[in-house]
């Protein structure tokens, strides 16, 4: 698994970096840590200082969090510099780090939503790691609809952290058809992470419940049930849909399966999306 | 001019949709390919015909996934066995180690991801050939 998490250099930062450093000390990802910041002045010859110190501690947290017994990420570096691998972008290259497991550092200065998207194309990052304020915005200095932008767009499923918060219930929503198999194994390892139970919660209109969709909840519940997840089965109508996500998240783990085509990309058009992920007290996934 | 064998890969999962997207990508690669959905017969078929490469799930009925690397590596100590899984935990990371895996991989992952770990694969065994 390839994890990649988005830093703003905001007070935000630190329930995130506990997050992934909970999800590679099981998963034993490889991590990059993305501090973006706007450009500076200086014309990118060297990154913004402030990224750079900011990130280093971000590194050390992590790495100390990790409690690395088994060289899980690289150590014993005997030098580290900035080494410039694009416009206004930077990497950390370290002589003498070994470790099984890669961990990067990089730095991108522009717009955050537009750089987080390309970082994750290029890594080929399985999930995104966003850090957000509990019930008070991910922000990200330049570029306040980074947040929105990047759960819409995302290739991959994308986690925005809020607070520090181990989660007993993770409750998953889908309205269609279109569960990747990607999305499946990612809930797997959320649940065995957390240690947590499972709702399955289908969108239903008025005149009833789409067939594909009793069908695909019936499939996801028999998929975990196999795997001995504990796991339940709700519909939700889609006029109260959305309080509802907004009353879950305020205690689980919501997860919102936006497959395309989908009603759900209707009821949370990119700017309720953003808002939804903005002003909710809990972590939010969404699943691709 | 030599003649190179094409590198034998024994994939084990029980989830068709695991084998299938891996399958035609490593056959891409050049290597011969054989997957299975069952421990037992994949087990069988190894007795038969030790293969170079094992990439196995972990949770599986009958016997798991380290129960079959364990018997793999009895059988064939030179194979290299890479471990998937979705139900990761630095537990299993530890044992699947501990047992002799070349690499350890949670689920998600993209088929890049396990190309990369099995090149480096063949590199540490074209290592070890070249010092025996």
């Known amino acids: 698994m390839r ?18 450093a909970k999800l590679a000390y099981n998963t034993w990802a490889d991590v990059t840590l993305l501090a973006v910041g ?53 990497e950390q290259i ?10 990067k ?42 947040a929105a932008r990047v759960v819409s767009s995302a290739p991959c499923s994308v986690l925005a952290v809020k607070e520090e918060k181990d989660p007993s219930m993770i409750v998953c929503c889908l309205d269609n058809a279109n569960v990747s198999q990607e999305s499946l194994e990612l809930i797997n390892q959320l649940v065995t992470i957390h240690h947590a139970e499972l709702g399955i919660v289908g969108l239903t209109e008025a005149k009833g419940i789409k067939s594909e969709v009793d069908r695909e909840m019936a499939q996801v519940l028999k998929y975990y049930s196999d795997r001995n997840v504990r796991a339940w089965v709700k519909m939700v109508e889609t006029s109260v849909f959305a309080d ?16 395309r085509p989908s009603l759900l990309d209707k009821i949370f058009s990119r700017q309720r999306l953003g808002k939804l992920v903005s002003s909710t007290r809990s972590s939010i996934l969404i699943l691709r | 001019m030599e003649d190179r064998k094409a590198m034998s890969i024994l994939i084990l999962d029980d989830e068709p949709i695991v084998c299938k997207r891996l399958m035609p990508a ?9 997957v299975f959905f069952q421990s037992p017969e994949a087990l069988a078929r190894f007795r038969e015909k030790p293969f170079d490469m094992v990439i196995t799930d972990l949770k599986m009925k009958e016997l798991d996934g380290m129960q079959f690397l364990t018997e793999v590596k009895k059988i064939s100590p030179d ?36 190309q990369d770990v099995i090149q480096r694969a063949e590199v540490q065994m074209a290592k070890r050939r070249a010092e025996q």
């Open chain 2, 79 to 114: 194979t290299e066995v890479i471990v998937i899984t979705g139900f990761a935990t630095m537990d299993t990371a530890k044992e699947s180690f501990r047992r002799g895996v070349f690499d350890f991989l949670s689920k998600p992952f993209k088929i890049k991801e396990i």
């Open chain 1, 38 to 90: 706007p450009q500076t002045s200086g014309a990118g010859k060297t990154p913004d200082p402030r990224l750079a110190g900011e990130l280093s501690t971000y590194k050390e947290d992590f790495l100390r969090r990790i409690r690395d017994e088994e060289a899980l990420y690289p150590s014993g570096a005997t030098e580290c510099a900035w080494e410039k691998t694009g416009p206004w972008a930077w």
């Open chain 1, 105 to 146: 550092l990089r730095i991108r200065q522009g717009v955050a939503g537009k750089l987080i998207l390309e970082e994750a194309k290029k890594m080929g990052s399985d999930l995104i790691l966003l850090a957000c304020g509990k019930g008070t915005g991910c922000a990200w200095e330049g570029d306040s609809g980074a």
């Open chain 2, 26 to 34: 490593l056959e891409k690669m050049g290597y011969h390919v054989e």
């Open chain 1, 244 to 259: 509802f996500v907004d009353e879950s998240a305020e205690k689980d783990l919501v997860a919102l399966w936006m497959g």
């Open chain 1, 3 to 20: 994890i990649l998490v988005a830093l703003g250099g905001t007070p935000y930062s630190a329930p995130v970096i506990r997050e992934a």
């Open chain 1, 94 to 103: 370290c002589k003498g780090a070994v470790g099984r497991k890669d961990l």
